[in-house]
Every structure is written in structure tokens, then in C-alpha cells.
């Protein structure tokens, strides 16, 4: 008796919280007050602890982690989109929410007014985690497959040190039992070194091409320790940040060799990749239309991770094809006839890498910083000092600077050579006012390249699509059901993106 | 005239931005014709007293510091410790500050002994009040992170500190400065940083010296004063750093509460 009155409480328990958070959620859309992503998850789980574990215990097929410091929201987004094309019902958080909250709200959409999952069979979860919260989501979730793109010093304010985070991951990861998979980045040490001693089964990924390797590792590298024995890490190819093929001279611990290993790839400036891939399947090719070294990594983790989930590797091709930019990643927008690309940046390797894709081709390029200091872009300014901005002497034609750091900003560029007094930087703290005035000065046929960090992208954002320049996010993606736009955004075509910080993201990814 | 910046474990104690430090004077210098040679001190390079004007050392983690602590004693101790009694000049910021004093315990509770050049000591505050360092939360919670604003001699100094061990001076030791608003050593004593000749240790990163030009000229001027006598330094252009000293005054008035209270939830 005691027994049914204790469970009929807590289904009644559980009944409240889900009406409440798909309530406010309702409320949240109805009064454009953003995407309601997060906040439903969070009260519905003030209501009811057991919420979010009680839910996912509900999922057919289980679910799939995607963490890192950066590219889990793209590497989320080509795995999910390959898995429904699978034939897989796929729940994912695409607006980025990427905190137990927000999986929660998730999850929330798909419960009926009793609070119980209402998903068909071919139902999986396909969740990107913030990094500070996998412990937690893991003991939540139970997750079959966990996928680790790479870790790079991001946010110190609120993740202290990397090494701190790599212990918390190991400590977690260790509970996975032997019928989950681990898939990890063979070329980052920290992460690869993951991979040792675990239950579960572990799937690397890395990079075989020498064309991309560099000589020396930049300053932004966090790990040339050994995290065996903390000896010095040998180097033979540096790819960028600590990402290499490495070998520790002292203990003799080295690189995995990866099972899925993209043995050539071709960059196409902004326009994307095209991977030459081994898989267990036999070799594949991967074209992304997404910019950049970093992206070809992110579908290879996509890649690795699918394979896990039974998908074929030519579907996530398909996936991978259709591959958008999500919230800032190159996002095309079109203002006044001239056109302008966003970048998020959040850490010192993201912003090297966006450096070094706008600077491809060199000529000179206009440009658009802007540095905030809310929470999710990390209070602590430092990292821009780690940021190798002496790239830019020479190449910039014209350069402002925006948002609630622009003073540190600019003096970060005035000690990098691009002195305010060749009359090339304009120092304006209001990004959109920085925007419309550096846009002016983009003569036409050039672009204007943005690169900011989280809130005042967001900012930026939010003002363009009050002009209706942009779309909002939540128009663009709804949460379990991403639109298919089937091709990167164009001028004036919304591209998807992800909730806005008021809904609560922790990390600015 | 030349400046011989010896940088201390640049691949190992570098972790938040600290390179801005040997970039400010490298620069501040060349804007004035001072030649800079940037020595890079890593795991095993022995210190020649004579040979370095100024010492950079920066921040790290606990597994850091136990990398380079021994190295720090027994191969750079005796020629660092040499030097700045001699004149050089030193800035030591966090990690490296607390490898300076006495001895450093750690959160795990080891104590790694330091160089004793301040006469300091500092214990982690997670060994002080044996708070298991399991979560982001936790580890959060014994830490002082946040905009740190120091006065010294007459000047306000703007950064940022993100440390968990406490730093308490010991008798004879002068503090490098008072803390106006943050956590400064020990958030106890409201006492910042420890000086001993020309060497600061503090907990000011930001880094400290691009946006505090009062402070960097200061060292940059004991540094060369010890091999040309005084030298009086040639004013330079300050707009731009002042500009974002004064920027980085007025948002450590400002509290982010809204972005807290957002988001502190759910990271366990």
C-alpha cells in the first residue's frame, strides 16, 4: 500500500512538473520572449528530480552524448541529421541548450499530459553537453555512446583549469559500462588518453594528412604534457592548437591509431571540405560545406559516432552535405546590398582557426571584433592575449572593435601591430552601431567578416532580426525537428541557430 | 640599451593569457628603441644571475606547479634568488607568485616547498576546508575568481584572479598592494601580492601589464636601472591603455547577476 501510494505520488509528482515546464514553454514562444529551450527543463525539474532520468529511461534506442569545447554542435547536428535519415527518430537539443535543463525540455515535447514519453520505437536521444555537465548528464542518461571532439582552454572563469576538466571526464567516463562505446579524437592527447583504462569500447578518429601539419605548436596549445606521466610530448605533426601525432619520449604512451582517419583533405577557402576517409566500412568520401580544418574533424567525429548507432557511412554523407552553419558559424547575412559573414569565437584555438580562415587567400579583408565579458562569453578577458592576432598586421584593410571589452580589444591589437593610428580601427562599443558603421565602409563585392564572441553576437542577432535581416532561431529549428534547408545559408536565407543566452546556455558555444 | 627578459616555463606556466605580459614589454620597449631578448626558461635551463634583467613567470594548475616545482629549487632557485637581490626585476602571477613564498599546499593536500624569496606561504582552500573537488560547483566554490582592483603606491591596478590557494604573509613581508575590490591573497587580510626588492608576486592576471602601464614601466625601469643606473623612460601613448584600464574599473563595479543567476543552473 505504502508502496502504490509512493509511486502514485510521484507519477503525479512527475505529471505536474511535465505540465508545468510544457506550459511555460508554450507561454515563453507565444510571448517571443525566445525559445523557451531551457527554462521549461528547469522548473519541470524543481518539481521533480528524478526527472529528466526518468524520462530518458524511456528512450528505445537510448542515447548519444556529444561534448567538447568545440564543433559538438555541428559534430551533433550531421550525427543526428544521419541518423534520421537512418530511419531513427532522432530527440536532440539542436538550439544548443546543452545543459541537463535543457535535454529535459527536450525530452519534454515528447511527453503526453501524464508526464510519460510518447516516442515510437525508432526513438533515440542525440544530446550535446555542455563540458562541465557530463558527468552529471551521464549519471542522468545512461548514454550508450559518448563522442569527445577535443578540449581546449575555454572560459578558465567557470571551468578553472583544462586539466580539472579531463579529471571530472575521466572520473565519469570510468562508470560507462562495457556496452557503451567511447568515441575520441586520436590527435588530441588529453582526450585520447581517455581511451585507457575504461570499460566501455573505445573508437578513435584523427587526421592522417601531413599536407595540413604545421611546424610548431602555437602559443594557444594547452596540452604538450604526456597525461601518462606528464613528460614532455613529441610532436611529429602539429595540426593546429595541441591537435597532432604524438608520442611521449619518457613512458612511450602515443597517439592511437584512429579507425576512422581522414587521409586527405582538401579546404575550399570558405566554402567547406572534402575528406578522403577510412572506415571500418571501407573508404568513404565526406564533403562538408562547412569552412575550415576544424569542421572536416567535426564530421569525422559525426562519422565515427554514426557508425556506433548501426548508420551507414554513406548516409552520413547525405548528412554531412546538408550540413548548415549553425548559430554564427559562418552565418551569410545580407545588410544594406553588402554582405557580412559571423563567426562565434569563445577561445583562443576557435578564434586562431577563425583568424586563419578569413585570412585565406591574403588580401586584405574588413573585419568586425567584438569582445563582451557576461558569463557565457567567460568573464575573464585574458585568452585574447592567447589569441594570435599579429596574423592580421598587414591584412586588414579596415578593423572595428565592439562590445563590452572593445577597450581590450583594441589594445590587444595595438600591441599585435595594428596601431590605431594608421586610422584602420574604430573603437565602438556598441556592436550594432560597430556593425552598421563598418558595413558602410565595406565597399561593394567585399564582405565583412564578424567575429564575436557569445552575447554580442547574440546582440547583433537579435537586432538583425528585429530589421528582418535574419530569422529567429526558434522559427528556424524546432527541438527534435530541425528544418532541412539543404543547403549552407545564403544572402538573405536564414540559417539555423540555437537559442539566445536569456535561455540559459551555459557554455557560449 | 637592452632589456634580457628571462621568461620561466612558458610552455608549462602560461595558462591565462600571461604571454601578454612578455608582449607589453617587449613592445613598450621597442616603441622607446630598448632592444628586448626574450629567454625562454623551460624544465632544465639553468638561470645566470647577470645575464637576466626581468623574470616573467605566470599561472598554472596544481599538476603544473608539481611539474616544475623541483626544477624551480634545485636547477633556478639559487640564480633567480641571486639576480633579485642583485636588482632584477620580477613579476610572478599566481602559480608562479605561490611557488615564490615558502611552500604551496596543494588541493590534494602535498606540500610542494617553494623558493622562499617571499616570505609568504599559501595552502589551497580546498585543503583548508577539505572540500572534495568532484564537480565544477565545488571546485567553484574554494575558488576567487573575478575582477581583482588593487591599490599601489598611489595607483589603482585593474586584472583578473582565478586562484583557489590562500596566500598568508609572514612577518617581515610587504604586501604588494591592497585589495579595493576582489579576493586578493587570501580574501582575509585584504592585503594583495607580496614584494621583496624588485620582485612583485600577485594574483593579478588580465594580464596585468598591457592595461596597467603605470606598472610595467615601473619594472621595465628597476630592470634596466640595474645595469645603466637610473633611466628615465621616454612617456609613450597611453590612450588605448587607459581606455581599457578605466573599462576594466567600471565592469568590476558591475555585478553580472542576471547571467549568474541563468546560468548556474544546471552545471552540477
Known sequence: MQLFAGSATRAATRAVAVGTGKTLRTVSRRLGRGGGTTMPGHLAGRIDPGLLAGLAAGLPNGCVLVTGTNGKTTTTRIMADAARRAGLAVITNPEGSNLLNGIATALLVHTDHLGRLRVPDSAIGVFEVDEGALGPAIEALHPRLVVITNLFRDQLDRYFEVDFVATLWQRSLRRLPASATLVLNADDPQVAYLGSDVAAKVLYFGLEDRHWAKPALEHAADSRRCPKCRHDLLYELSFYAHLGHYACKECGWRRPDPRFAAWQVELDALRGSRSQVTTPAGDRTYEVPLAGLYNACNALAAAAGASCLGVEPDLVQAGAQDATGAFGRLERVVSGGREAVILLVKNPSGFNEALRLVLSGGEPRWLLLSLNDNQPDGRDVSWIWDVDFETCAGQTAFCAVAGLRAQDLALRLKYAGLAGETGQMLVEPDVVRAFDEAIARTPAGETLYVLATYTSMWALRRELVRRGTVAPFWRQARAGQPARTGQPARSGQPARAEAGPEAGRAGSR | ?268
Open chain 2, 1 to 268: 640599451m637592452k632589456l634580457v627578459l628571462g621568461y620561466l616555463y612558458p610552455s608549462v606556466m602560461s595558462q591565462y593569457g600571461d604571454i601578454g605580459n612578455v608582449r607589453t614589454v617587449i613592445m613598450r620597449c621597442r616603441w622607446r628603441g630598448i632592444d628586448v631578448q626574450v629567454q625562454n626558461l623551460e624544465l632544465g635551463c639553468a638561470v645566470d644571475p647577470d645575464g637576466i634583467d626581468m623574470f616573467l613567470v605566470g599561472g598554472g594548475a596544481d599538476s603544473h606547479q608539481r611539474l616544475v616545482y623541483e626544477d624551480l629549487l634545485k636547477v633556478k632557485g639559487e640564480g633567480i634568488r641571486t639576480a633579485i637581490r642583485d636588482g632584477a626585476a620580477a613579476f610572478a602571477v599566481c602559480a608562479g607568485y605561490q611557488l615564490w613564498g615558502h611552500y604551496y599546499r596543494t588541493a590534494s593536500g602535498e606540500e610542494l616547498p617553494g623558493l622562499g624569496i617571499f616570505d609568504a606561504h599559501t595552502v589551497h582552500r580546498a585543503a583548508q576546508t577539505g572540500t572534495r573537488l568532484d564537480t565544477i560547483t565545488s571546485a567553484g566554490s574554494v575558488r576567487s575568481v573575478g575582477n581583482l582592483i588593487v591599490q599601489w603606491r598611489g595607483n589603482v591596478l585593474a586584472g583578473f584572479e582565478n586562484h583557489g590557494g590562500r596566500t598568508y604573509l609572514h612577518g617581515g613581508a610587504e604586501p604588494f598592494g591592497v585589495v579595493l575590490s576582489g579576493g586578493g591573497n587570501n580574501s582575509e587580510d585584504g592585503l594583495e601580492g607580496c614584494v621583496w626588492h624588485n620582485a612583485i608576486g600577485t594574483y593579478l592576471h588580465g594580464p596585468a601589464f598591457p592595461k596597467n602601464p603605470v606598472l610595467v614601466d615601473y619594472l621595465i625601469g628597476k630592470a634596466l636601472a640595474r645595469r645603466y643606473g637610473k633611466v628615465e623612460l621616454e612617456p609613450l601613448d597611453d590612450e588605448l591603455e587607459l581606455a581599457a584600464h578605466h573599462r576594466a574599473l567600471i565592469r568590476a563595479r558591475e555585478r553580472p547577476q542576471r547571467w549568474r543567476r541563468l546560468l548556474g543552473q544546471g552545471v552540477a
